[in-house]
């Protein structure tokens, strides 16, 4: 009965090491700063993988805004007008192209604002999210409202 209990726990930590060399090989290529490989490995389009580093990166600013330091801007958004979107369809409509050209200028317009009009600048750059997704993708439209600083006051279209 013994020599049975430890070839059990034997066993059991045999898989147990070999689930954790698979867990460390997923996390070593997920951890890819990539978002094409990133988008390949979650099978998630390039243009969501995108989108959802710019909600994080939305959320950090929004701090650094609120504390009226300016944002640092360091990642290259450009990849927004390539970037392979989940419905096909979606770049064969020159309005996306606007819209994703809107929110780059947004970005340049947030990292050279002075520190007095950070807010009115970040929240400029969440309406823009916010115009985009009425038009493409509703889905996430409450979510990105709660990124604005003053979401009641947020002027989206401007």
């Not at 997704?133 to 002027?155: D, E, M, W, Y």
């Amino acid at each position: 009965m013994r020599n049975v209990l430890i070839a059990i726990l034997a066993i059991g930590l045999l898989a147990c090491s070999a689930n954790k060399k698979e867990t460390e090989n997923t996390a070593a290529t997920c951890a890819v700063d990539s978002t094409a490989k990133e988008a390949d490995v979650n099978k998630k389009s390039e243009l969501a993988v995108l989108m959802r580093k710019m909600d994080a990166d939305l959320r950090e600013w929004k701090m650094e805004a609120k504390a009226g330091k300016r944002p640092d801007i360091s990642l290259i958004y450009e990849a927004i007008l390539t970037a392979t979107p989940t419905k096909a369809n979606l770049r064969d409509d020159e309005d996306f192209a606007a819209y994703a050209n809107s929110y780059l200028m947004g970005i340049d317009r947030l990292k050279n604002s002075s520190n007095d009009s950070l807010a009115v600048c970040y929240n400029a750059l969440v309406a823009k999210c916010i115009d985009c997704h009425n038009s493409f993708c509703t889905g996430p439209v409450s979510r990105i409202k709660k990124l604005a600083i003053n979401p009641q006051k947020v002027a989206v279209g401007n």
